[in-house]
C-alpha cells in the first residue's frame, strides 16, 4: 500500500518505526520483535537510514524482509547526506528493485562531528529537493516527511519551519509524520498553523513511549522535544526503578494517543525503538489490534 492511499476516506492509520541493528544478536531481537508486531497489522512499518548513509543497504534489505517475511507494507527512510544527485537515483532504485514503495524523505543531519549540514557535490540541500527528485524519477512512489512541532532545532523559528515544509509538501509529499512530542498542545497547535498555511495532507503524529528516563532525556536533548514539567518530576522520582519508569512513560503514551484520536487525528506512528513491549501494551489499550 502507498502512503497516500493509507489515510483515504478517513481511515485511520497505524504505523511503526524501527532501526536497523548493529550486531547479528540485535537482528535476532529485531525480528523476535517484528513476530510480536505483525498481529496489530500496522499500515506500514519503517526503517531508518543511518548517518550519512551508513546503513542504506542494511535500510533496504530490512524492508524486505519485513514485506516478505511478514506481509507488511515496509517504508524507506531516506536522506541526503553525503550523496549526489546520481547516487541517490541509484539508492533509489535498488529501493525499488527490492520492492520498496514508500519513501521517507529526509535532509538529514549533518555528519558526526558537523554542526552545519553540507550538500554532496552534485548532491541536494533540502529535503523538498529530494521529494521532487523521487516524484520526478518514481512519481508512483509514496512520499512521507518530517514535521515538527517544537520547530526543527535548526530553524529560526517555527513560521520558517512551516515554510519549509510547505515546500515539501508542495514538492509532492503524501504525508507528514512529526518528531516526538510529550505535550498534545504543541502536535494541535502545529496542525492549526499547518492548516492555515495550506497543507491539507495528513499530518500523523509521532509518538514515543518513554521505557528509560536517562535514554529519553539524551533523545530530547538532540531533538529539541519538551518534557512536561510534572512528567519529568515523576521520572526523577524514580530514576532509579527502570520498571517505574517504563510504567509512567507508557501511561503517558496511552493518555497522549487517547487524546489525539478523541481528537481526530488521521492515524499514529510510534517510534518502537526496535521493542515491542510498550508498544504492545500502548496498542492493547487503545484497542488497535488487527486495526
Aim: proline residues 5%; glycine residues 8%.
Amino acid at each position: 500500500m502507498r502512503i497516500r492511499d493509507i489515510y483515504r476516506d478517513r481511515r485511520f492509520g497505524l504505523s511503526l518505526e524501527i532501526f536497523p541493528p548493529k550486531s547479528a544478536d540485535g537482528d535476532e531481537a529485531l525480528r523476535q520483535t517484528l513476530a510480536e508486531l505483525a498481529p496489530y497489522r500496522p499500515a506500514f512499518i519503517s526503517c531508518t537510514y543511518g548517518a550519512g548513509g551508513s546503513t542504506s543497504k542494511r535500510t533496504v534489505d530490512w524492508c524486505r524482509e519485513i514485506q516478505t517475511q511478514h506481509n507488511l507494507t515496509a517504508t524507506a527512510h531516506f536522506t541526503c547526506v553525503g550523496h549526489s544527485r546520481a547516487e541517490l537515483l541509484e539508492w533509489l532504485k535498488l529501493a525499488v528493485d527490492n520492492g520498496v514503495g514508500n519513501i521517507m524523505a529526509l535532509r538529514g543531519d549533518p555528519p558526526a562531528g558537523e554542526t552545519e549540514f553540507k550538500p554532496a557535490v552534485g548532491g541536494l540541500s533540502y529535503a523538498n529537493e529530494l521529494v521532487g527528485l523521487i516524484r520526478e524519477h518514481f512519481p508512483e512512489m509514496g512520499i512521507g516527511v518530517g514535521g515538527y512541532p517544537e520547530k526543527h532545532p535548526q530553524a529560526a523559528n517555527l513560521k520558517t519551519d512551516l515554510a519549509n515544509l510547505k515546500r515539501k509538501v508542495d514538492a509532492g509529499a503524501d504525508a507528514v509524520y512529526t518528531q516526538l512530542f510529550f505535550d498534545n498542545d504543541y502536535y494541535f497547535r502545529f496542525r492549526d498553523a499547518a492548516q492555515q498555511l495550506g497543507i491539507q495532507i495528513p499530518l500523523i503524529p509521532g509518538i514515543m513511549p518513554i521505557t528509560e528516563f536517562a535514554r529519553i532525556k539524551r533523545i530530547t536533548a538532540m531533538c529539541g522535544a519538551c518534557m512536561p514539567a510534572d512528567l519529568s518530576s515523576r521520572l526523577e522520582a524514580v530514576q532509579d526503578d527502570k520498571e517505574a519508569q517504563f510504567q509512567i512513560g507508557v501511561e503517558h503514551a496511552i493518555h497522549q494517543c487517547r487524546e489525539l484520536i478523541d481528537q481526530g487525528v488521521p492515524g499514529l506512528h510510534l517510534y518502537a525503538l526496535n521493542k515491542s513491549h510498550a508498544c504492545r501494551q500502548i496498542l492493547d489499550a487503545l484497542e488497535l489490534k488487527n486495526a
